[in-house]
């Protein structure tokens, strides 16, 4: 038995990429945050990014962490 949830909420973020080494690279999306949270963990591993915030790009307000264990 498998399970999907899909979020319908969508919004405006600004993305930051970290890395232990302090590097921080910054990019803004769009989309459901079902999808932004998939390419952002997708992102993070093939780039070796320790973890990145997904903040909202008209609040500034942190949405979702996402980071590498």
Known sequence: ?????????????EVHYYTDSGYTLRCRDCGQMD??????SEIVVKHNFAYADVCSAE???????IERT
């Open 1 to 13: 038995m498998a399970i999907t949830i899909k979020h319908t909420y969508s919004t405006n973020v």
């Open 59 to 65: 609040t500034g307000e942190v949405l979702m962490v």
């Open 35 to 40: 999808d932004i949270a998939e390419e952002v």
